[in-house]
T-cell receptor, first 113, second 112 residues
């Protein structure tokens, strides 16, 4: 089955700096890679996703890059703000599969004012 | 407002008791999922259902049971056979074969 590893487990950055979170996956058949943000005491919310037919996707301050050859993908947050502080999860799956996502172990991002 | 609701937010039970967690969605989604979240770990799949009256075991189904009698409801029962039931439980739903999953707010279960 799929295995997703996520690094780092904790990340602290100064407000305005950039943050990068990296994930690797094991199943070369995976072709859908979402990122979720989870605030304290709440359920995760999808913030951006990428499919294997593209190498990069951007949405305002958030971007995701995918390297299918190396089987890794990354989340980039620029101009970080205190409200970006949360736990971020990466995940991987096959779009055609009736099954579901395999999640990474999460990254606690803290943006220091 | 469309969304997923889970109740209650906090639940306490004595060891040896079965407990049922509620999950309701009004998004008209076919697929629903239950995950367990433990500190420092990612979400682990317990059960999922692609359609009414059908469900499949996930990675950690032992000690849990589910039913899917209605499209909008997917309750999870934590049985006394679950050795370590204290955790944060998350329900999610998605449109059929799409993998964009929408999560509920979660239920924190504590077994005393």
């Amino acid at each position: 089955g799929e295995n997703v590893e996520q690094h780092p487990s904790t990340l602290s950055v100064q407000e305005g700096d950039s943050a990068v979170i990296k994930c690797t996956y094991s199943d070369s058949a995976s072709n859908y890679f979402p990122w979720y943000k989870q605030e304290l005491g709440k359920g995760p919310q999808l913030i951006i996703d990428i499919r294997s037919n593209v190498g990069e996707k951007k949405d305002q301050r958030i971007a995701v890059t995918l390297n299918k050859t190396a089987k890794h993908f990354s989340l980039h947050i620029t101009e970080t703000q205190p409200e970006d502080s949360a736990v971020y999860f990466c995940a991987a799956s096959q779009v055609e599969s009736a099954r579901q996502l395999t999640f990474g172990s999460g990254t606690q991002l803290t943006v220091l004012p | 407002d469309g969304g997923i609701t889970q109740s209650p937010k906090y639940l306490f039970r004595k060891e040896g008791q079965n407990v049922t967690l509620s999950c309701e969605q009004n998004l008209n989604h076919d697929a629903m999922y239950w995950y367990r979240q433990d500190p420092g770990q990612g979400l682990r799949l317990i059960y999922y259902s692609q359609i009414v009256n059908d469900f499949q075991k996930g990675d950690i189904a032992e000690g849990y049971s589910v039913s899917r009698e209605k499209k909008e409801s997917f309750p999870l029962t934590v049985t006394s056979a679950q050795k370590n039931p204290t955790a944060f439980y998350l329900c999610a739903s998605s449109l059929g074969r799409h993998n964009e999953q929408f999560f509920g707010p979660g239920t924190r279960l504590t077994v005393l």
